[in-house]
């Protein structure tokens, strides 16, 4: 049996709830959990995968000041599950390494899928970063130009 005072408050407070609620102590306390994620799980990914990979949809290039849009979805081959157990977390967009703007998603109401309408007074790189609940972020780039 867990003793209460004797755990954190935050960690206390989260033990007592699912005790009330479940019946049951917690396996684990709440502080221990970033045991479980090894360097492997949280090292960003760069290669592909077709479920997680952000597809972004974007000019070539545009005219600087320009407004256009940029579309990332998640699954570069394929879509993205949008479970209660398994979903996006985020999306973000960054020029080289500005960010330009991040989309919190929520489970089950949201597609991985946002359109950012952006302009810019210089090529780039856009980045686009996928964090999903089971894993590490996923990154894609695109290449881009500006004209006068």
């Known amino acids: ?12 407070s989260i033990a007592l709830f699912t005790m009330l609620c479940l019946g049951t102590a917690p396996s684990r306390a709440a502080g221990d959990q970033a045991e479980q994620f090894t360097p492997e799980f949280r090292r960003v990914h760069t290669n592909y995968d077709a479920k997680h990979t952000p597809r972004i949809v974007a000019p070539d290039s545009v005219k600087r000041g320009d407004w256009f849009d940029v579309t990332v979805s998640v699954g570069a081959g394929g879509q993205h599950p949008s479970l209660q157990e398994h979903f996006v977390r985020y999306i ?27 302009a810019l ?4 790189t856009l980045r686009a970063v996928e ?18």
């Open 121 to 124: 007074d210089e090529g780039g």
């Open 92 to 118: 973000a967009l960054y020029k080289d390494d500005v960010e330009i703007s991040r989309v919190y998603l929520h489970p089950v109401y949201s597609l991985p899928k946002v359109t950012f309408t952006i």
């Open 1 to 12: 049996m867990i003793k209460i005072t004797e755990m954190p408050m935050r960690v206390a």
């Open 131 to 148: 964090a999903p609940t089971h894993s590490a972020e996923w990154i894609a780039t695109k290449k881009i130009d500006v004209v006068p």
